[in-house]
DNA sequence: TCACGTCAAGCAGAT
DNA sequence: ATCTGCTTGACGTGA
């Protein structure tokens, strides 16, 4: 079990997503943002080695543009070596990595430029990842993407796009349950017809389920991911109090995330703490997880 | 220095 | 019809 949170650290001075607008578009702006936000992830991922939050969610703003038309820059080769340096600190600590394309990302669309856009941004991700030299195990999260007023061709839709995809992308790709769309058991439904591993978001299954029980989803989400893939990712957050339904609440509540761990002790997993306040949050979650067996089990390796 | 309109992109529920 | 959230505010013009 490892523990981690997304994208961005508040409590070190550096910013690694910086990106800029399409109108100040210049190569050497991009080739500037890209560096500052490079030095910057490896500045977070020195920090999670330190402080034994081994999981990473890499923002996608990471390259601005990447899969954009105007960026004709060759940033794969002209990073190659900080791409290898960071990749180092990564497979040396033995961090857990993950990317979530952002909501215009749907495999899914009846809109074929909407898909191809997709696909290239998937592209993208993949690239990233196999130029840091990830494993298989690092993966890229994506929702299953609309209902269009047809959910079983929408979902029809998503078997079909995904298995077209190459395999530099399904290798990474997973699928993550939503609150508003697609439940855990829409996704199992595409797992049986792909086989893609499937990522548990357990504040979404909160708000949208058929009355399974978490202990039910942990079990068959984990049975998606086979060893190539890792143990299950789990993206844990929790209502922000006050705010509409599906908020994200700023601080973790540490009781409730120990009842979390509690109801899911047969089953190990990697968890991504969707919290506002993210580093501060999982340095509080750690405390706590540290004390579990499922922890324990990993430092003893 | 600061306020605030806007930002590549999709979708659906809320208002 | 328009706004808002999503994983999340940051960019940048104008005063």
Same mark, same amino acid.
């Given at each position: 079990m490892k523990l981690g949170y997304p994208c961005?650290?508040?409590? &070190?001075?550096? &910013?690694?997503d910086k990106t800029f607008r399409l109108k100040s578009y210049s190569e050497h702006r991009l080739i500037d943002t890209i560096q500052n936000n490079l030095e910057c992830l490896k500045e977070m991922l020195t920090f999670n080695v330190k402080h034994h939050l081994l999981f990473f969610r890499i923002s996608s703003? &990471? &390259?601005?543009?990447? !899969?954009?038309? +105007?960026?004709?820059? %060759?940033w794969r080769d002209y990073f190659l070596d900080t791409f290898e340096d960071i990749g180092t600190l990564i497979s040396l600590n033995n961090i857990r990595i993950s990317m979530h394309p952002d909501q215009? +990302?749907? *495999?899914? !669309?009846?809109?074929h430029d909407v898909v191809q856009r997709s696909i290239e941004e998937l592209r993208y991700h993949a690239d990233l990842l196999d130029l840091l030299q990830c %494993? !298989?195990?690092?993966k890229i999260q994506l929702h299953v993407g609309g +209902?269009?007023?047809d959910k079983q061709k929408s979902l029809q839709r998503f078997i079909e796009r995904y298995n077209d995809l190459p395999n530099s992308i399904r290798k990474r790709l997973v699928i993550e349950n939503d609150d508003?769309?697609? !439940?855990v058991n829409n996704c199992i439904h595409i797992f049986k017809e792909t086989k893609i591993p499937i990522l548990l978001d357990v504040f979404h299954h909160s708000l949208l389920n058929?009355?399974?029980s978490l202990e039910k989803v942990l079990m068959e989400t984990s049975r998606t991911w086979h060893k190539k893939d890792g143990v299950l990712m789990v993206d844990y957050s929790e209502q922000a109090p006050? *705010?509409?339904?599906g908020s994200h609440t700023k601080s973790l509540t540490v009781s409730k995330f120990k009842k979390f761990l509690e109801l899911s002790k047969p089953y190990d997993f990697d968890i991504m703490l969707e919290i506002k306040d993210k580093e501060q949050s999982a340095l509080r979650a750690l405390n706590i997880v540290k004390k579990d067996t499922r922890f324990q089990q990993f430092t003893s390796e």
């Amino acid at each position: 079990m490892k523990l981690g949170y997304p994208c961005k650290n508040w409590s &070190i001075d550096c &910013i690694g997503d910086k990106t800029f607008r399409l109108k100040s578009y210049s190569e050497h702006r991009l080739i500037d943002t890209i560096q500052n936000n490079l030095e910057c992830l490896k500045e977070m991922l020195t920090f999670n080695v330190k402080h034994h939050l081994l999981f990473f969610r890499i923002s996608s703003d &990471i &390259i601005p543009f990447a !899969s954009h038309p +105007i960026n004709t820059f %060759d940033w794969r080769d002209y990073f190659l070596d900080t791409f290898e340096d960071i990749g180092t600190l990564i497979s040396l600590n033995n961090i857990r990595i993950s990317m979530h394309p952002d909501q215009f +990302i749907v *495999l899914n !669309s009846p809109k074929h430029d909407v898909v191809q856009r997709s696909i290239e941004e998937l592209r993208y991700h993949a690239d990233l990842l196999d130029l840091l030299q990830c %494993d !298989s195990t690092a993966k890229i999260q994506l929702h299953v993407g609309g +209902i269009y007023n047809d959910k079983q061709k929408s979902l029809q839709r998503f078997i079909e796009r995904y298995n077209d995809l190459p395999n530099s992308i399904r290798k990474r790709l997973v699928i993550e349950n939503d609150d508003t769309r697609y !439940s855990v058991n829409n996704c199992i439904h595409i797992f049986k017809e792909t086989k893609i591993p499937i990522l548990l978001d357990v504040f979404h299954h909160s708000l949208l389920n058929n009355n399974e029980s978490l202990e039910k989803v942990l079990m068959e989400t984990s049975r998606t991911w086979h060893k190539k893939d890792g143990v299950l990712m789990v993206d844990y957050s929790e209502q922000a109090p006050g *705010l509409r339904k599906g908020s994200h609440t700023k601080s973790l509540t540490v009781s409730k995330f120990k009842k979390f761990l509690e109801l899911s002790k047969p089953y190990d997993f990697d968890i991504m703490l969707e919290i506002k306040d993210k580093e501060q949050s999982a340095l509080r979650a750690l405390n706590i997880v540290k004390k579990d067996t499922r922890f324990q089990q990993f430092t003893s390796e």
